[in-house]
């Protein structure tokens, strides 16, 4: 269907592929291409210098290009259009003077729209108006309709504005439908930025339909740059947009883009007016928090784009996922920057989508309490922002395990809060931060004033999901429970790992140890809302907060992987090939004599000294992270896999602290058994991401820490008997 849409691919300035006629023009004929003279204007050289054209382009044009009238010059002098490999170069004919030059602008065709397909397009029109809980996504564009937007210093278009319909045209909507993407349940707007915005696209299913009204505004140029562009009141029409389904399953998604500084006006001065352009975004991302994706685009030259990065950072600060981007002089480049919006809104979709049921999840509606706050130090409780509760309204159970006769047994034991001064606990009534699981509110033991915190801080933690089921606390208790047992498997593999790390020689004293945080279960009893369960644990610094890996593949440093049916069927095929023991480890002596052979050659990709280069290396933390991931699925018989590894590196007690671990399960012989470990559980599929993207970080480390357990599976696949592996046996 997309046949012909597709920009073309042209030429041979600014970088783009050139063919060999050119270089053999460059080369073979240069003299004489160089011998066809003109006239170089300022502003003429100033536009090939904006658009990427040389010189000799221009001249190969006036040897080999075909020549048509152009419009006169407003002194009666013709001109020539001479066209020459997707270029157009404007001559005076009078004086030989250079006028302009520019790309061939890319020509979209409409699709052919069946009665069917305008049918079906109708059917979700009124969908879309009558029932809000049916939209998967609810996107919302802004886009400079500013006149600075007609500079026409984009490559493949002539003006800026056309570059942007050309890219939502094909990149937001014809990509997202080709791919499977989008359909006609993701919902779109568009909104103008000028003095006084238009609503051009107002909630429209995303079809064929959609694709040719842009086509149709692309080729007509119905929406032309004027005037100014104030920034509030067109983020004041998208908020209520976004605002108008408070459908809480449904992604969100608002992308702004604009080629200048804001240009609102009034009494108050500059600084008042980009105060309230920055509040109204953070409280957009406030009330939509990690359902929203928030992009700010920034289009031409301009050397400060300061405001539309402030707007970035005030939507991260409540928890939106939020980015700036700046895009090269081209259609192509700034088309890339909608597909990665669109790549985005989609990963929430599938966020709030049940793995299992394949339902649409709803979340809870609460208002989201800025980062920056809540990383301020407070030493007394205020009951404006914090539920207080007493004593006999807290119940603090913590998660235990033992062995009794061969079995594994476990159990909630109620202990005592965590300070023995604690009369209250305090509840903050707005969380700080939101995963794709759960919700992290600040929580504090308070002494018998009610004010004062007694202990350390500490972070409560609840699920996001509202409950469908009317017994809404059990699935609750059960949510948290489920969470907190994850994490004590964790901690034990972690304590098995660290006594690996201890009886290697190889492996340097200072190399940081792991440490899963411990957790507890409070439950809170409100004579209101009645009892609630949540897990608490430690509170980490949020500004040391680093993540190492993911449940999708993700490793530090590098962008997630994207799967498609074939690359998951790769990754999954060499997965079997791990469980079959196919790809090897290496022995021992292979390793000792690895480790000599590189010794010089710092195989540990670190900026870490060795202590001792004979008999010791000291690995860096994101090394230590990678092998414990890669640790647990061995150590638990290849039937679960640690990772989604995040927390903080404390170099003074040389340990990485992690929190909110996933471990995917996995047993060939209990098929059945899905998300053991909660919904971010992704089984054998996400073991398969992770050894995808873990063979080109499986290091030194790795070697050392999982040698021996290639032995343990013999042909009778027996497995190794320790905590770890008998604790899954008994989940």
């Excluded at 002089?329 to 700034?334: A, E, K, N, P, Y």
Aim: proline letters at 3%; hydrophobic letters at 30%.
């Amino acid at each position: 269907m997309l046949a012909g849409l597709f920009r073309q691919s042209s030429v041979n300035a600014g970088g783009q592929e050139r063919s060999i006629d050119d270089v053999r023009s460059d080369t073979g004929t240069g003299s004489t291409t160089s011998n066809v003279t003109f006239v170089e204007s300022t502003h003429g050289r100033m536009r090939r210098q904006q658009r990427g054209i040389d010189k000799k382009d221009l001249q190969r044009a006036k040897k080999y290009g075909a020549r048509a009238d152009g419009h006169p010059r407003r002194n009666g002098d013709t001109t020539g259009l001479y066209t020459y490999k997707d270029i157009v170069y404007i001559v005076n004919d009078v004086t030989g003077e250079e006028v302009t030059s520019y790309a061939v602008p890319v020509t979209l065709g409409p699709v052919p729209v069946t009665s069917s397909i305008m049918a079906l397009h109708r059917k979700a029109e009124q969908r879309i108006r009558d029932d809000l809980d049916s939209w998967t996504s609810n996107t919302v564009l802004v886009v400079d309709a500013s006149g600075s937007m007609k500079k026409a210093d984009v490559w493949g278009t002539r003006t800026r504005l056309g570059a942007v319909w050309l890219s939502i045209a094909l990149d937001f909507v014809a990509h997202r439908l080709e791919s499977g993407e989008g359909r006609s349940t993701d919902v779109v707007s568009i909104v103008t930025l000028e003095d006084n915005p238009r609503l051009i696209v107002r909630e429209q299913p995303l079809t064929w339909i959609l694709y040719n009204q842009l086509v149709n505004i692309y080729m007509s140029k119905s929406v032309e740059p004027r005037g100014h562009g104030p920034f509030i009141p067109s983020l004041s029409i998208a908020d209520d947009l976004l605002g108008r389904n408070s459908n809480a399953s449904c992604a969100m998604g608002l992308m702004f883009l604009s080629d200048g500084k804001p240009s609102d006006r009034g009494v108050d001065e500059r600084s008042v007016w980009e105060t309230r352009i920055v509040k109204r975004v953070g409280d957009i991302a406030r009330r939509h928090r990690r359902r929203l994706t928030f992009t700010a685009v920034g289009i031409g030259d301009l050397d400060n784009f300061d405001m539309l990065q402030r707007m970035v950072d005030e939507a991260t600060d409540f928890g939106a996922k939020a980015s700036f981007s700046l895009p090269s002089m081209s259609s192509s480049s700034l088309g890339e920057t909608f597909t990665s919006v669109a790549t985005s809104v989609s990963e929430t979709q599938t966020e709030l989508k049940d793995p299992v049921s394949g339902k649409q999840k709803r979340v809870k509606e609460v208002l989201m309490e800025s980062k920056r706050e809540a990383s301020k130090e407070i030493t007394e409780i205020s009951t404006d922002k914090f539920w207080i509760y007493r004593l006999d309204q807290v119940k603090r159970t913590v998660y235990k395990e033992w062995f009794d006769e061969g079995r594994m047994h476990k159990a909630y034991e109620r202990v005592p809060l965590e300070s023995p001064e604690a009369s209250f606990v305090a509840f903050c009534k707005e969380p700080f931060g939101e995963g794709a699981e759960r919700l992290a509110y600040r929580f504090f033991e308070v002494g018998n004033d009610r004010q004062t915190i007694v202990g350390k801080p500490l972070v409560a933690k609840e699920s996001r999901m509202m409950w469908e089921s009317r017994a809404g606390e059990t699935e609750r208790k059960s949510f948290v429970r489920t969470f907190c047992s994850t994490q004590q498997l964790a901690r034990r593999l972690a304590t098995e790992f660290n006594r690996r790390l201890d009886s290697l020689r190889r492996v340097d004293k200072d190399t940081p140890r792991v440490r899963f945080l411990d957790c507890s279960v409070y439950e809170l009893d409100d004579k209101v809302g009645g009892t609630s369960s949540v897990l608490v644990e430690e509170k980490i610094d949020h500004f040391q907060w680093t993540k190492w890996n993911a449940n999708n593949g993700y490793v530090q440093g590098k962008v997630a992987p994207k799967y498609n049916d074939d690359s998951l069927r790769a990754a999954m095929h060499k997965l079997t090939l791990v469980e079959m023991d196919m790809i090897e480890e290496g022995s021992e002596e292979e390793d000792e004599e690895e480790e000599e052979e590189n010794e010089e050659e710092g195989k540990e990709s670190s900026k870490w000294i060795r202590c001792d280069k004979d008999t010791a290396k000291l690995f860096t933390p994101f090394e230590v992270a990678q092998a414990f991931s890669h640790y647990s699925y061995l150590a638990s018989g290849k039937k679960r896999l640690v990772c989604d590894l995040q927390g903080m590196h404390d170099s003074e007690r040389k340990e990485l602290v992690f929190s909110d671990p996933v471990i995917h399960y996995h047993n060939p012989g209990r098929q059945g058994r899905q998300n053991v470990h909660g919904s971010t559980d992704r089984g054998r599929k996400g073991m398969a991401m992770f050894f995808d993207t873990h063979h080109e970080h499986c290091g030194h480390l790795c070697k050392l820490v999982n040698r021996g357990f290639r032995r343990r599976y013999d042909h009778r696949r027996r497995e190794p008997r320790n905590a770890a592996t008998s604790t899954q046996e008994a989940a």
